[in-house]
């Protein structure tokens, strides 16, 4: 399955995609689509919307993955940040992908191990998780750390799946 990893941002959204088979994981492509900040909002968000396009259009996943959006001291910067990550659910929802969305917490926990990590100990996993990755940036390091995390999930339901099955007989 190909998994596209999106990590929302106005000024700068990661996005990685992974092929998962089984529990091999296999880097495909990563990137960071950055808009200019002295455009409107409307328009910053319109180009944010065409690239991601672009992407899914170019890659062709199959299901995506984004980050939640933690809050911070800033109401404008959250704002934002939430505006940006409706265009990435957007633009995900669109493409007919199912998606999987997660906690950053949650996120850290399965690639490094700890739910406090820190985005050099992320981009450090990258190489070790998809070894020969070229890392557009930290957010784009963050998007495939996205993307592991939902074949993750999705593997760990798939099983699931089965031992249901052989339970009930089926």
Not at 21 to 40: F, V, W, Y
Not at 81 to 89: F, S
């Given at each position: 399955?190909?998994?596209l990893?999106?990590?929302p941002?106005?000024?700068t959204?990661?996005?990685?995609?992974?092929?998962a088979e089984?529990?091999r994981l296999?880097?495909i492509?990563?990137?960071?689509i950055?808009?200019?900040?002295?455009?409107?909002?409307?328009r910053?968000?319109?180009?944010l919307?065409?690239a991601?396009?672009?992407?899914i259009?170019?890659?062709?996943?199959?299901?995506?993955a984004?980050?939640e959006?933690l809050?911070?001291t800033n109401?404008?910067s959250?704002?934002k940040?939430?505006?940006?990550?409706g265009?990435?659910?957007?633009?995900?929802a669109?493409?007919?992908?199912m998606i999987?969305?997660?906690?950053?917490?949650?996120v850290?926990?399965?690639?490094v191990g700890?739910?406090?990590?820190?985005k050099?100990q992320?981009q450090?996993?990258?190489?070790?998780l998809?070894p020969?990755?070229?890392?557009?940036?930290?957010?784009?390091?963050?998007?495939?750390?996205?993307?592991?995390?939902?074949?993750?999930h999705?593997a760990?339901?798939?099983?699931?799946a089965?031992?249901?099955r052989v339970t009930?007989?089926?």
């Amino acid at each position: 399955m190909i998994l596209l990893g999106l990590d929302p941002g106005l000024g700068t959204t990661g996005w990685g995609v992974i092929r998962a088979e089984g529990n091999r994981l296999t880097h495909i492509a990563n990137g960071q689509i950055k808009t200019d900040p002295s455009m409107p909002l409307p328009r910053r968000l319109s180009n944010l919307h065409a690239a991601l396009i672009d992407v899914i259009r170019a890659e062709r996943p199959e299901s995506a993955a984004v980050e939640e959006v933690l809050g911070n001291t800033n109401a404008q910067s959250t704002l934002k940040l939430g505006q940006a990550r409706g265009i990435v659910l957007l633009a995900a929802a669109q493409a007919g992908l199912m998606i999987g969305e997660y906690h950053p917490s949650t996120v850290k926990k399965a690639v490094v191990g700890t739910g406090g990590a820190e985005k050099r100990q992320i981009q450090a996993m990258m190489a070790v998780l998809l070894p020969g990755a070229k890392l557009a940036g930290p957010d784009a390091a963050d998007a495939l750390a996205v993307a592991i995390t939902h074949a993750h999930h999705l593997a760990s339901a798939a099983g699931l799946a089965r031992r249901a099955r052989v339970t009930a007989g089926g």
